[in-house]
């Protein structure tokens, strides 16, 4: 069993930076593939981000992509989310999840076995 808290989240400017945390609890967590979602309101749950377990391979969705980056310390169970040049769309509640096998489709959110609550992010223009 995994329980997963995220943090960091909160109300920034257009063009801003915040850095997402995901911390666990488990003793395996070092060896879980981890992803970040969000959703806004209205709207379906997408992908944003994911890393492996050892953090050798990660993957971003398009819209994010030399903007975030996603990383991990195994020895705090964490996982992170750097966040630069924030968009005004990108105003969503961020999930962290994490998956006990590699996902064969890892920005589908089915694939994860945890999730956590959510973090708010919102971003003014």
């Known amino acids: 069993q995994v329980q997963l808290v995220e943090s960091g989240g909160g109300l920034v400017q257009s063009g801003g930076s915040l850095r997402l945390s995901c911390a666990a609890s488990g003793r395996t967590f070092s060896s879980y593939f981890v992803g970040w979602f969000r959703q806004a309101p209205g709207k379906e749950r997408e992908f944003v981000a994911a890393?492996?377990?050892?953090?050798?391979?990660?993957y971003y969705a398009d819209s994010v992509k030399a903007r975030f980056t996603i990383s991990r310390d195994n020895f705090k169970n964490t996982v992170y989310l750097q966040m630069n040049r924030l968009k005004a769309e990108g105003t969503a509640v961020y999930y962290c999840?994490?998956?006990?096998?590699?996902?064969?489709?890892?920005?589908?959110?089915?694939?994860?076995?945890?999730w956590g609550q959510g973090t708010q992010v919102t971003v003014s223009s």
């Open positions: 890393i492996t377990w050892s953090g050798s391979s990660t």
């Open positions: 999840a994490a998956a006990s096998k590699v996902p064969g489709r890892w920005r589908v959110p089915d694939e994860y076995d945890y």
